[in-house]
């Protein structure tokens, strides 16, 4: 045999398998990988349905974590137990794929699950799932409607697949620790900076709220906003480096801290250039108009607000307001003017929404403001 497959079919197989590995490389979302896989399964091994079925968090249970074709909605309210009682159990248990061309006749056929959505299953195959030699799940097809059963091209199949599947798995697992390595660094930097004695936490939160809502209202993308809600923690990171704590320079510092770290590379630029004015007389470049990046523009604003109004007081208010209007178009970007008196409205009638923008971000900022709402009543 040479390197070309033998038939179509194998063509097909070995297109699907390229189509795959190509995604896995290109994207790091998981949810729709496994969708993937699973579509694959289902095509190449004419099936009627296919699913990923993985070990619970106890390690005591299997659920289905994704699946396709015949009673997909249903069985994915299942659960059932981690034990050599089913097939799939037995697969993960044994690290062994299972071809059972006669379920019936096989003890090991869990028949609990088939009952719970109302299916028969006739012919089955199962692969485990494993990354890095430990199991994770369980890949199967059920019921071949070609054939009536499998052969062991189908296992084979499914084997590679199965081996994609731990990719797609362990992937999301990586995202998600780094996701949560990020926030933790936020969270600690917040909490250095407010040791300084140089910035007060809430002036931070202050900013980041506020510059949420302006981007609520501009109805930035859910990316964008952590972004912005990110640069408005750590705007002032740079005031740890400099003499004076209103030296414009901590604008640049603070940008070139972070810009060290990859995870923080694309909040680098919002920070380094959050004192640069509309009309080119600020710092540390002197850019003008659409040439200062969009998000800084807007926390240049917020800063100058919610620190302005610290220094005047709630009795100040119109007084500020009014200060900054009349620097709209010359220091601050004119065509933030509406989201500017959006967010002073929302903020005073005690009505934040952007908060919302995601649940991590809710939280830190819920939290934050827990602690103050703490600290003031010391
Ligand atoms: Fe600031
Ligand atoms: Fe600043």
Not at 68 to 82: D, K, L, T
């Amino acid at each position: 045999r040479g390197l070309l497959p033998a038939d179509a079919d194998e063509f097909q197989a070995l297109r699907a398998m390229v189509e795959i590995g190509a995604e896995l490389s290109a994207t790091l979302d998981s949810e729709r990988l496994i969708y993937r896989i699973l579509q694959i399964c289902l095509d190449l091994t004419h099936s009627e349905a296919c699913s990923l079925i993985l070990i619970g968090e106890q390690g005591n249970d299997l659920y289905f974590k994704g699946a396709i074709g015949a009673r997909a909605e249903e069985v994915r309210q299942v659960r059932f137990p981690f034990d050599e009682h089913s097939v799939a159990g037995y697969s993960i248990k044994h690290r062994k794929s299972m071809r059972i061309n006669d379920v019936d006749a096989d003890p090991r056929h869990n028949k609990d699950v088939d009952k719970a959505v109302d299916f028969r299953t006739r012919s089955l195959l199962a692969v485990p799932v494993l990354w890095q030699g430990e199991p994770l799940g369980v890949l199967e097809a059920v019921n071949n409607l070609k054939n009536r059963s499998y052969t062991e091209t189908d296992q084979k199949y499914l084997e590679l697949l199965a081996s994609q599947a731990a990719v797609a798995l362990s992937n999301s697992v990586l995202v998600g620790r780094l996701q949560n390595f990020f926030h933790e660094a936020v969270d600690l930097l917040v909490d250095i900076l407010e040791s300084t004695d140089l910035i007060s936490r809430s002036h931070l939160v202050e900013v980041a709220r506020f510059v949420a809502e302006m981007g609520r209202y501009l109805g930035l993308s859910e990316p964008e906003m952590e972004r912005l809600v990110y640069a408005g923690l750590l705007h002032d990171l740079g005031k740890t480096r400099v003499k004076n704590p209103d030296d414009p320079a901590h604008a640049l510092i603070g940008g070139e801290i972070l810009s060290r770290f990859r995870i923080f590379s694309d909040i680098a630029p919002i920070v380094r250039h959050h004192h640069e004015r509309y009309d080119g007389t600020g710092f540390p470049e002197g850019l003008r108009g659409e040439q200062i990046p969009r998000l800084a523009r807007m926390l240049a604003l917020s800063e100058a607000w919610v620190e302005e109004l610290a220094q005047e007081g709630p009795e100040g208010r119109s007084k500020v307001m009014d200060s900054i209007r009349s620097r709209i178009g010359t220091w601050f970007d004119p065509s933030l003017r509406q989201a500017f008196e959006y967010a002073t409205e929302v903020l005073h009638r005690g009505l934040p929404q952007a908060t919302e923008a995601s649940a991590h971000l809710s939280a830190l900022l819920t939290s934050r403001q827990q602690e103050l709402s703490g600290d003031a009543l010391d």
